[in-house]
């Protein structure tokens, strides 16, 4: 079955530091993976996705993402978060045989000041 | 670029009314989707279309249709209204098979 798990549903850290989200995928063709936010009353927009190559992308605002095919992940990093970040990020998952993406429940980003 | 309009931005309708969303993409995208978004919830699939006057039926399809006239819009309907229904409704298109979906802004249903 195709599914996406975050399993962290909030994560809550200071204007500065490091962060990393969780996302596991369980996809039985190649997968296709993205992370999309979600800003409050907005609609969902893409930072940055993985088809195939290097295993470590990069996305808009600093933020990259790192594919492990071992572990069935594909953790979203950003060296230094700005009070801008907090929003709902989602990871997905597709693949080139299939018209859907499955999301994940989301991982609400609170950066404190 | 281009960008994906839904209208309206809030509805507001009665218990058991049938209401219409309609969501339009200039990005000459084959593939539309509706999803809905309960508070503070993920995204749940409703319906999609890989062309036109095609439908596919996602994981939440029950108490909705969709109509997928031009390729350039995709319309829900609500077929009566529920109160535990009250979310926002996302369209979304991407250009092939499985790649990138882009997102318009969202349609807040309200049930009285």
């Known amino acids: 079955a195709q599914s996406v798990t975050q399993p962290d549903a909030r994560v809550t850290v200071s204007e500065g530091a490091s962060l990393q989200l969780r996302c596991k995928y369980s996809?039985?063709?190649?997968?296709?993976l993205f992370w999309y936010v979600q800003y409050p009353r907005q609609g969902l927009q893409m930072l940055l996705k993985?088809?195939?190559?290097?295993?470590v992308v990069q996305g808009v605002n600093g933020f990259e993402a790192e594919f492990s095919k071992s572990d069935s992940s594909f953790h979203l990093r950003k060296a230094s978060v700005h009070w801008s970040d907090s929003a709902v990020y989602f990871c997905?998952?597709?693949?080139?045989?299939?018209?859907?993406?499955?999301f994940g429940d989301g991982t609400q980003l609170v950066v404190k000041p | 670029g281009g960008i994906i309009t839904q209208t309206p931005k809030f509805l507001i309708g009665q218990e058991g009314q049938k209401l219409t969303l309609k969501c339009q993409q200039n990005?000459?995208?084959?593939?539309m989707y509706w999803y809905r978004q309960d508070s503070g919830k993920g995204l749940r699939l409703i319906y999609y279309?890989?062309?036109?006057?095609?439908?596919q039926k996602g994981d939440l399809s029950e108490g909705y249709d969709a109509s997928r006239e031009k390729k350039s819009s995709f319309s829900l309907t609500v077929t009566s209204a529920q109160k535990n229904e009250m979310a926002v409704f996302l369209c979304?298109?991407?250009?092939?098979?499985?790649?990138?979906?882009?997102f318009g802004p969202g349609t807040r249903l309200t049930v009285l």
């Open positions: 990005f000459n995208h084959d593939t």
């Open positions: 279309s890989i062309t036109e006057n095609d439908l």
């Open positions: 996809y039985s063709a190649t997968p296709y």
């Open positions: 993985y088809y195939s190559g290097d295993p």
């Open positions: 979304a298109s991407s250009i092939k098979q499985g790649g990138e979906q882009y």
């Open positions: 997905a998952v597709s693949g080139n045989n299939n018209n859907r993406i499955f």
